[in-house]
Protein backbone atom coordinates (compact mmCIF):
# COMPACT_ATOMS: atom_id res chain seq x y z
CA UNK A 1 0.00 0.00 0.00
CA UNK A 2 1.20 3.72 -0.48
CA UNK A 3 0.38 6.71 0.85
CA UNK A 4 -0.49 10.48 -1.32
CA UNK A 5 1.20 12.14 1.23
CA UNK A 6 -0.03 15.45 -0.73
CA UNK A 7 -3.84 15.01 0.23
CA UNK A 8 -2.94 14.51 3.86
CA UNK A 9 -4.32 17.97 6.03
CA UNK A 10 -4.01 16.67 9.14
CA UNK A 11 -2.19 14.06 11.08
CA UNK A 12 -3.27 12.51 14.52
CA UNK A 13 -1.33 10.92 16.82
CA UNK A 14 -1.25 7.91 19.59
CA UNK A 15 0.75 9.04 22.66
CA UNK A 16 3.22 6.29 24.27
CA UNK A 17 6.03 5.08 22.36
CA UNK A 18 4.82 7.37 19.44
CA UNK A 19 5.48 10.80 20.27
CA UNK A 20 6.65 10.00 24.22
CA UNK A 21 8.44 7.39 25.76
CA UNK A 22 6.45 5.00 28.13
CA UNK A 23 7.31 2.77 31.30
CA UNK A 24 4.40 1.35 31.50
CA UNK A 25 4.33 -2.14 32.63
CA UNK A 26 1.20 -3.40 31.52
CA UNK A 27 1.96 -7.16 33.36
CA UNK A 28 2.90 -5.07 36.50
CA UNK A 29 -0.85 -3.41 36.58
CA UNK A 30 -2.81 -6.66 35.38
CA UNK A 31 -1.27 -8.69 38.31
CA UNK A 32 -2.32 -5.53 40.64
CA UNK A 33 -5.93 -5.70 39.49
CA UNK A 34 -6.31 -9.33 38.89
CA UNK A 35 -6.93 -8.71 34.95
CA UNK A 36 -5.97 -12.15 32.48
CA UNK A 37 -3.63 -11.72 30.41
CA UNK A 38 -5.77 -12.06 27.60
CA UNK A 39 -8.63 -9.14 28.52
CA UNK A 40 -8.25 -5.77 27.17
CA UNK A 41 -7.15 -3.85 31.11
CA UNK A 42 -9.94 -0.66 30.20
CA UNK A 43 -12.34 -3.08 29.23
CA UNK A 44 -11.98 -5.42 32.21
CA UNK A 45 -12.10 -2.56 34.29
CA UNK A 46 -15.57 -1.15 32.84
CA UNK A 47 -17.05 -4.36 33.22
CA UNK A 48 -16.59 -5.16 36.74
CA UNK A 49 -19.88 -5.82 38.51
CA UNK A 50 -18.76 -4.23 41.83
CA UNK A 51 -18.74 -0.76 41.62
CA UNK A 52 -16.49 -0.15 44.25
CA UNK A 53 -14.19 -2.67 43.19
CA UNK A 54 -14.63 -0.83 39.26
CA UNK A 55 -13.34 2.32 41.00
CA UNK A 56 -10.35 1.08 42.86
CA UNK A 57 -9.10 -0.84 39.69
CA UNK A 58 -9.49 2.36 37.62
CA UNK A 59 -7.34 4.13 40.41
CA UNK A 60 -4.94 1.66 40.45
CA UNK A 61 -4.66 2.02 36.51
CA UNK A 62 -4.15 5.72 36.71
CA UNK A 63 -2.05 5.57 39.28
CA UNK A 64 0.37 3.62 37.28
CA UNK A 65 -0.54 6.42 33.82
CA UNK A 66 0.62 9.19 36.65
CA UNK A 67 4.07 7.78 37.42
CA UNK A 68 4.75 6.88 33.73
CA UNK A 69 3.78 10.61 32.67
CA UNK A 70 6.16 11.87 35.31
CA UNK A 71 8.98 9.79 33.64
CA UNK A 72 7.99 10.37 30.10
CA UNK A 73 10.55 11.72 27.36
CA UNK A 74 10.29 12.59 24.12
CA UNK A 75 10.54 10.17 21.67
CA UNK A 76 13.48 11.34 18.87
CA UNK A 77 12.53 13.76 16.11
CA UNK A 78 8.70 14.37 17.80
CA UNK A 79 8.96 17.94 18.36
CA UNK A 80 10.43 18.59 14.92
CA UNK A 81 8.06 16.68 13.07
CA UNK A 82 5.33 18.45 14.94
CA UNK A 83 6.82 21.58 13.93
CA UNK A 84 7.15 20.87 10.42
CA UNK A 85 3.25 19.98 10.03
CA UNK A 86 2.58 23.35 11.76
CA UNK A 87 4.57 24.91 9.14
CA UNK A 88 2.61 23.26 6.59
CA UNK A 89 -0.77 24.19 7.99
CA UNK A 90 -1.19 20.92 8.74
CA UNK A 91 -4.17 19.85 11.52
CA UNK A 92 -2.25 18.04 14.50
CA UNK A 93 -3.81 15.59 17.19
CA UNK A 94 -3.27 13.15 19.76
CA UNK A 95 -5.80 9.78 20.61
CA UNK A 96 -4.52 8.39 23.54
CA UNK A 97 -6.07 5.38 25.65
CA UNK A 98 -4.29 7.44 28.47
CA UNK A 99 -6.49 9.49 31.27
CA UNK A 100 -6.72 12.74 30.88
CA UNK A 101 -4.56 13.72 33.64
CA UNK A 102 -1.86 11.69 32.82
CA UNK A 103 -1.74 12.66 29.05
CA UNK A 104 -2.17 16.17 30.26
CA UNK A 105 1.15 16.40 32.20
CA UNK A 106 2.82 14.54 29.32
CA UNK A 107 1.88 17.69 27.47
CA UNK A 108 2.45 20.22 29.71
CA UNK A 109 6.09 18.77 30.70
CA UNK A 110 7.27 17.96 27.34
CA UNK A 111 5.73 21.31 26.12
CA UNK A 112 4.00 19.40 23.17
CA UNK A 113 1.49 21.60 20.99
CA UNK A 114 -0.83 20.00 19.24
CA UNK A 115 -4.52 21.27 17.95
CA UNK A 116 -6.68 18.58 20.11
CA UNK A 117 -5.88 16.02 22.32
CA UNK A 118 -8.55 13.06 23.01
CA UNK A 119 -8.13 10.61 25.85
CA UNK A 120 -10.69 7.48 26.63
CA UNK A 121 -12.83 9.91 28.97
CA UNK A 122 -13.77 11.59 25.70
CA UNK A 123 -15.15 8.61 23.64
CA UNK A 124 -14.92 5.10 23.66
CA UNK A 125 -10.59 3.99 23.14
CA UNK A 126 -8.84 2.71 20.54
CA UNK A 127 -9.77 0.25 18.69
CA UNK A 128 -13.04 2.13 18.22
CA UNK A 129 -12.76 4.82 15.67
CA UNK A 130 -15.08 7.51 17.11
CA UNK A 131 -12.20 9.41 18.51
CA UNK A 132 -10.96 9.97 14.60
CA UNK A 133 -13.75 10.26 13.21
CA UNK A 134 -15.03 13.07 15.90
CA UNK A 135 -11.09 14.87 14.57
CA UNK A 136 -12.08 14.54 10.97
CA UNK A 137 -15.87 15.99 10.87
CA UNK A 138 -15.01 18.87 13.91
CA UNK A 139 -11.59 19.75 10.92
CA UNK A 140 -14.32 19.37 7.98
CA UNK A 141 -11.95 16.87 6.30
CA UNK A 142 -12.40 13.51 4.80
CA UNK A 143 -11.10 10.83 6.84
CA UNK A 144 -9.03 10.22 3.79
CA UNK A 145 -7.04 13.16 4.87
CA UNK A 146 -6.36 12.62 7.82
CA UNK A 147 -3.29 10.25 8.92
CA UNK A 148 -3.44 8.37 11.83
CA UNK A 149 -0.11 7.18 13.27
CA UNK A 150 0.64 4.87 16.23
CA UNK A 151 3.08 1.67 17.24
CA UNK A 152 0.53 -0.89 18.29
CA UNK A 153 -2.14 -3.34 16.89
CA UNK A 154 -5.56 -0.86 18.21
CA UNK A 155 -3.58 2.07 16.73
CA UNK A 156 -3.77 0.60 13.43
CA UNK A 157 -7.03 -1.08 14.35
CA UNK A 158 -9.12 2.23 15.42
CA UNK A 159 -8.18 4.01 11.63
CA UNK A 160 -9.04 0.80 9.76
CA UNK A 161 -12.22 0.68 11.41
CA UNK A 162 -12.86 4.38 10.48
CA UNK A 163 -11.46 3.73 7.10
CA UNK A 164 -8.77 6.28 7.51
CA UNK A 165 -5.20 6.07 6.24
CA UNK A 166 -2.97 4.80 8.93
CA UNK A 167 1.06 4.62 9.37
CA UNK A 168 2.59 1.90 11.95
CA UNK A 169 6.05 3.09 13.59
CA UNK A 170 7.98 -0.09 14.27
CA UNK A 171 10.83 0.76 16.67
CA UNK A 172 12.91 -1.65 13.83
CA UNK A 173 10.46 -4.45 15.26
CA UNK A 174 7.88 -5.41 12.69
CA UNK A 175 4.85 -7.08 14.23
CA UNK A 176 2.88 -9.81 12.09
CA UNK A 177 -0.14 -7.37 12.07
CA UNK A 178 2.34 -4.87 10.19
CA UNK A 179 0.91 -5.33 6.97
CA UNK A 180 -2.87 -4.07 8.09
CA UNK A 181 -1.74 -0.46 8.04
CA UNK A 182 -1.25 2.10 4.98
CA UNK A 183 2.49 2.51 5.46
CA UNK A 184 4.90 1.48 8.41
CA UNK A 185 8.25 2.96 8.97
CA UNK A 186 10.88 2.21 11.55
CA UNK A 187 10.55 5.50 13.39
CA UNK A 188 9.18 8.46 13.65
CA UNK A 189 12.23 10.42 11.70
CA UNK A 190 11.54 8.34 8.83
CA UNK A 191 7.81 9.76 8.24
CA UNK A 192 9.04 13.16 8.57
CA UNK A 193 11.42 12.65 5.91
CA UNK A 194 8.76 11.27 4.02
CA UNK A 195 6.31 13.92 4.65
CA UNK A 196 9.37 16.73 3.90
CA UNK A 197 10.11 14.63 0.52
CA UNK A 198 6.70 14.51 -0.53
CA UNK A 199 5.00 17.46 0.05
Not at 140 to 164: H, P, T, W
Amino acid sequence: MSLDYRSIKAVVFDLDNTLVSSSLNFASIRADIGCPSEDDLLTFADNLDCSLQRTNVHQTIVSHEMSDAHSAELMEGCQEFLAHLKSANLYTGIVTRNCIKAATLKLDRLKLDVNELICREHFPPKPAPDSLLALAKQWSLQVSEVLYVGDYLYDIQAANNANMPSCLITHDNQPDYAHLATISVPQLTDLHRLFASNQ
